[in-house]
């Protein structure tokens, strides 16, 4: 019965991050945002059911914690009147009994999907590509609502493909997902993301443990050097 309650609450979770997820990509488009933004509402209904399901699952803390973010939630609606922040907050507090690794797998397949259906909806005009134009250069959106946004959706992607890669990462794959962040920066020209990709790749070879890049004798050779070389 225990597993049965489980599967029932990832079946309902991955449902309503589909819904929420395809209306984050999306719904960017004017022509496909009404009827999306209903069915993210529904996606909040999901989630409800699902924080029900758990909710004897939950300890005092963790209860009062919901409590004080729905709060944060309700007041952010109320001056904001968006419900973003709502729909975020129950998606986290619906992820107690989920493996986070199944999670982010879940997310990099979806998310690559709809990168997807976003190229395709753009390249047939049926998205906007909203571009901008920076120091003689032209930044493309991909249907989103400006470059930036789809810069960061990249680098959420490879930030991704990396956790999920994480024991068996490679040169090979490095090199294949840091082409990914530069096709991402050449496309849609936006430099935060890919200054946070670069900053982001240092620290994951500096702290995995299967790359032991500081251990290696070029890199030692490198870092001695460096002074030198930048002089």
């Given at each position: 019965?225990?597993?049965?309650?489980?599967?029932?609450?990832?079946?309902?979770?991955?449902?309503?991050y589909?819904?929420?997820?395809?209306?984050?990509?999306?719904?960017s488009i004017?022509?496909?945002?009404?009827?999306?933004?209903?069915?993210?509402?529904?996606?909040?209904i999901?989630?409800?059911?699902?924080?029900?399901?758990?909710?004897?699952?939950?300890?005092?803390?963790?209860f009062?914690?919901?409590?004080?973010?729905?709060?944060?939630?309700?007041?952010?609606?109320?001056?904001?009147?968006?419900?973003?922040?709502?729909k975020?907050v129950?998606?986290?507090?619906c992820?107690?009994?989920?493996?986070?690794?199944?999670?982010?797998?879940?997310?990099?397949?979806?998310?690559?999907?709809?990168?997807?259906?976003?190229?395709?909806?753009?390249?047939?005009?049926?998205?906007?590509?909203?571009?901008?134009?920076?120091?003689g250069?032209?930044?493309?959106s991909?249907?989103?609502?400006?470059?930036?946004?789809?810069?960061?959706?990249?680098?959420?992607?490879?930030?991704?493909?990396?956790?999920?890669?994480?024991?068996?990462?490679?040169?090979?794959?490095?090199?294949?997902?840091?082409?990914l962040?530069?096709?991402?920066?050449?496309?849609?020209?936006?430099?935060?993301?890919?200054?946070?990709y670069?900053?982001?790749?240092?620290?994951?070879?500096?702290?995995?443990?299967?790359m032991?890049?500081?251990?290696?004798?070029?890199?030692?050779?490198?870092?001695?050097?460096?002074p030198?070389?930048?002089?």
């Amino acid at each position: 019965m225990n597993r049965m309650k489980i599967n029932v609450e990832y079946f309902l979770f991955y449902i309503s991050y589909f819904l929420f997820s395809l209306y984050a990509f999306v719904g960017s488009i004017e022509t496909y945002r009404a009827p999306l933004r209903l069915l993210s509402n529904i996606s909040m209904i999901i989630i409800l059911i699902t924080f029900i399901i758990q909710f004897k699952k939950y300890k005092l803390n963790e209860f009062m914690c919901i409590v004080l973010l729905l709060l944060l939630s309700f007041m952010y609606i109320y001056f904001a009147s968006n419900y973003l922040l709502l729909k975020l907050v129950l998606l986290i507090i619906c992820t107690k009994n989920l493996e986070m690794d199944k999670l982010i797998s879940y997310d990099v397949k979806l998310r690559i999907f709809l990168l997807l259906v976003m190229f395709v909806l753009s390249k047939t005009g049926h998205a906007y590509d909203n571009v901008a134009y920076f120091e003689g250069k032209i930044r493309h959106s991909m249907g989103f609502t400006n470059p930036n946004v789809f810069g960061h959706h990249i680098l959420v992607l490879c930030m991704e493909l990396f956790y999920v890669n994480r024991d068996k990462i490679n040169i090979t794959k490095i090199i294949m997902i840091s082409l990914l962040s530069i096709f991402s920066y050449i496309y849609s020209g936006s430099r935060t993301a890919m200054i946070l990709y670069f900053v982001f790749l240092i620290l994951f070879l500096c702290t995995n443990k299967n790359m032991n890049i500081l251990e290696k004798r070029k890199v030692k050779k490198f870092i001695i050097y460096s002074p030198i070389i930048i002089s």
